[in-house]
């Protein structure tokens, strides 16, 4: 089941309508990078779908719930890091984290958690912001450059959560994520591009013959069933 | 809702924007019940529209302190821009009995402790309850105007600050007919020790006008973020 599925939609920075047309579905565990240059519609298409702003026309739903981080990461100049993400996990309405320990499993010094905001730099309060977002398990991840501010250090601890992680859509120049899926947003147009191989099933069962065309890395599960559901698998073509 | 407090207190602890209001505020009260012989009516019915633009400024400093990162990621959090205006709702519930409080209380604790003249004659306690909500509703519409101002809808801080002064004189413009004027007016007329209809008339209106603010900004939110 899709944890995002959007048809036709209109998005508007202001009065301008910057994406038309946009058809995009996402799953879960699919990582999707919304590719463009500047000024392209990502940030506005990410606001839309994260519910910070109404697309102006056509049709989005949203299972689960969503974290959004964005690209500048700001937080009030004396709040403490560890205050804002007990704060925020308040709101989500979940339970207590020891974020010492998620902090220093990210590379991040705990005892910066401790300090203002202001005495904090962007990557480390990105790095907040991210570990804020990654432990609420949301259904959805969407994220404005999370890798701009992060060291070396910071962007494979990122791409690993991303790898194991819920379904994630975000922006990226530096290049540094693995997408299974690929928006490329050009003209106020949104052309969508799987990575991710397609794999065409064939099966038969009793005289009926079936074909699935699946992702790669869903095959598993789909030939799992079909063939606890008594069918024969004939092939599998790539 | 104790989360959502939690985190608007948290907020307005951690950023230096609410303390002009606040001061102001304090120091409002009292230079206010500094003479003694005040007479309870007027005195309240003065504080009560104070009230409103306090109310105004303190919600809008609140959310101008609160940088845009931090407000969108909350925003995410709990829901999208209907769970937002909702956290803004409850600021404003915040704002203006936390408002109120000094208003009221200075004067009973002054007279508690002995200086029996702050009013002359003396508050009753029927005056104490309408003057509690004629502070808390004229508060309440006032918060609403600065959330009906405040981003996503207007993000820049002087036009914000324009709009919110101009709807606070169009409110004193309705005078007696609705809203801060209209509730300062029936304090001021109603029999002592009583909350008379037009009290109740004028606040509830006051509610109606802050009911309207708070629609207009969720069609607003829809149109502009």
């Keep these: ?29 699919d990582v999707v990078h919304v590719a463009g ?27 689960g ?3 959004f981080v964005p690209e500048h990461v700001l937080l009030a100049p004396a709040l403490r890091p560890l205050e804002w993400l007990g704060a925020m996990r308040r709101l989500r309405g979940l339970g207590a984290v020891d974020w010492r320990a998620a902090a220093s499993e990210s590379g991040l010094d705990p005892a910066k958690l401790e300090r203002p905001a202001a005495s904090l730099s962007k990557g480390m309060l990105q790095r907040v912001a991210l570990l804020e977002a990654l432990h609420a398990k949301p259904a959805l991840l969407l994220l404005d450059e999370p890798f701009s501010g992060l060291d070396t250090a910071g962007r494979d ?11 994630a859509l975000l922006t990226d120049h530096s290049g540094t994520v693995a997408p299974t899926e690929r928006l490329r947003l050009s003209d106020g147009r949104c052309s969508p591009t799987s990575l991710v191989a397609l794999l065409t099933i064939h099966a038969s069962r009793e005289g009926e013959r079936v074909e699935r065309t699946v992702r790669e890395n869903e095959s598993d599960a789909v030939l799992r069933g079909l063939l606890e559901a008594g069918w024969h698998v004939e092939r599998v073509e790539r | 809702m104790i989360a959502r407090a939690r985190y608007l207190l948290l907020t307005s602890a951690r950023t230096r924007t609410p303390l002009a209001p606040l001061a102001i505020t304090v120091f409002w009260v009292f230079g206010t019940f500094f003479y003694p012989n005040n007479e309870v009516g007027g005195t309240w019915g003065q ?22 990162a931090q407000a969108e990621m909350a925003t995410t959090a709990v829901g999208g821009l209907r769970g937002r205006l909702g956290l803004e709702g409850l600021l404003v ?10 208003f009221l209380g200075w004067p009973l604790l002054l007279h508690a402790f002995g200086q029996a003249n702050v009013f002359k004659p003396p508050a009753l306690p029927g005056d104490v309850a309408g003057a509690a909500l004629v ?8 918060g609403a105007v600065a959330v009906l101002f405040a981003p996503p809808r207007i993000t820049r801080r002087a036009t914000a600050t324009a709009a919110v002064l101009a709807s606070l004189l169009v409110l004193a413009g309705l005078g007696t007919l609705a809203g801060p004027i209209a509730a300062a007016q029936a304090i001021s007329d109603a029999p002592r020790g009583t909350v008379n209809g037009s009290e109740l008339w004028a606040c509830l209106t006051c509610l109606a006008l802050a009911a309207a603010a708070f629609t207009a900004a969720a069609v607003w939110s829809r149109r502009a973020a």
């Design chain 1, 1 to 29: 089941m899709p944890v995002l599925a959007a048809h036709a939609l209109t998005v508007a920075r202001g009065r301008r309508i910057v994406l038309r047309d946009v058809d995009l579905t996402v799953r879960a565990g």
């Design chain 1, 37 to 63: 240059a500047n000024g392209s519609g990502k940030t506005s298409l990410l606001r839309v779908l994260a519910g910070l702003a109404r697309p102006r026309g056509g049709e989005l739903h949203r299972t």
């Design chain 1, 65 to 67: 719930t969503a974290a």
């Design chain 1, 157 to 167: 601890w990122l791409n690993a959560q991303l790898a194991h992680g819920p379904a």
């Design chain 2, 47 to 68: 504080t009560g529209v104070t009230c409103c633009a306090l109310a105004a400024w303190l919600v809008g400093a609140i959310l101008a302190g609160e940088p845009a």
């Design chain 2, 93 to 102: 519930l915040m704002v203006a009995p936390l408002l109120a409080l000094p």
């Design chain 2, 135 to 142: 502070h808390i509703c004229s508060g309440i519409l006032g």
